[in-house]
């Protein structure tokens, strides 16, 4: 903002007036909590969860993911780990090859994503137990004041600010979703179907996959949410919003919206990130 007159967090000109924004990221850091839970119904976890921080560039960063594997028991969790595993290995590799450039990022998660489809895939083919695996992938990269996220399937990214509207920043690749978009069903039919966790678009099912990107910038005070369908099946956006809220500390956001879903059924896995923005000095992690 330079006259005053308020614009759209990713704008890089002000609407009102053409004054450029600052493209050097401001000096923000983050308090990061995850969690990952079994829920009231299975077994065994299919999905993996990861938080990674870095330091030595210009700013510190985070770098997070939740992956839901799918495909059978073994298979899920085979699928979501080797996702968590592919991400890493490419992640800290391309971190200390160099420092990410605010605009490059998106390309440079979606390419870390492609590699983690690749990876899954070869191994799902290396085994006939295996056929089929496949696994959802929200990856987020908080560097300064932005956020910058790869996405596939129906796990989801939230961006809530202190007060006023939050919202989905990614959209889920489901059947009826698509349905949705098109006309062929409405909104509310399609978060009623008894098929809204079926994917069109996921990580290993296919030698390629497309992939999804966004930017945005964050600002004191808000929160990043990543979580698994285990959560959004129980607890609609408004509450999870509020929730997410209602705790200063990202460990207790956690821990707090794990209990809704497991009250409410905790029909699958429940695997959750909350970041919170803070004022920090450049170089503070």
């Known amino acids: 903002m330079r006259c005053g007159t308020p614009n759209r967090r990713e704008s890089r000109f002000c609407a009102s007036c053409g004054a450029p924004f600052d493209d050097q990221p401001s000096s ?4 990061v909590a995850h969690v990952s839970d079994v829920g009231q119904v299975r077994s065994n976890n299919e999905d993996s969860v990861r938080v990674w921080s870095f330091a030595g560039h210009s700013l510190p960063a985070w770098a997070l993911l939740v992956a839901d594997g799918m495909g059978g028991a073994a298979s899920g969790e085979v699928a979501s780990s080797c996702v968590a595993a592919a991400v890493e290995q490419e992640i800290v590799a391309r971190w200390n090859a160099s420092d990410p450039k605010p ?4 390309r440079w998660l979606r390419v870390i994503l492609r590699q983690a489809n690749a990876s899954v895939y070869r191994q799902a083919q290396s085994d006939p137990a295996l056929h089929g695996m496949g696994s959802t992938a929200t990856l987020a990269w908080l560097e ?3 956020v910058a996220i790869a996405h596939v399937g129906d796990s989801r990214a939230y961006l809530i600010p202190p007060s006023g509207p939050g919202w989905q920043i990614t959209r889920d690749h ?3 979703n698509l349905l949705a978009a098109i006309g062929e069903m409405t909104a509310e039919e399609a978060a009623a179907s008894p098929e809204n966790n079926l994917l069109y678009r996921a990580i290993g099912v296919a030698p390629k996959v497309e992939i999804d990107s966004y930017i945005r910038r ?3 005070g808000d929160r990043l949410v990543l979580c698994s ?3 959004t099946r129980h607890v609609p956006d408004e509450e999870l919003i509020a929730i997410a809220r209602q705790h ?3 460990a207790n956001a956690c821990q707090a919206l794990v209990a809704w879903a497991n009250q409410r059924g905790g029909e699958d896995n429940i695997s959750i990130v909350v970041a919170l923005a803070k004022a920090g000095a450049s170089g503070s992690s």
């Open 229 to 231: 369908d285990g959560l």
């Open 103 to 106: 605009e490059d990022l998106e």
């Open 144 to 146: 300064g004041d932005r």
């Open 248 to 250: 200063i500390d990202p």
């Open 174 to 176: 489901t059947m009826v």
């Open 218 to 220: 964050m600002q004191v």
């Open 28 to 31: 923000l850091t983050y308090a």
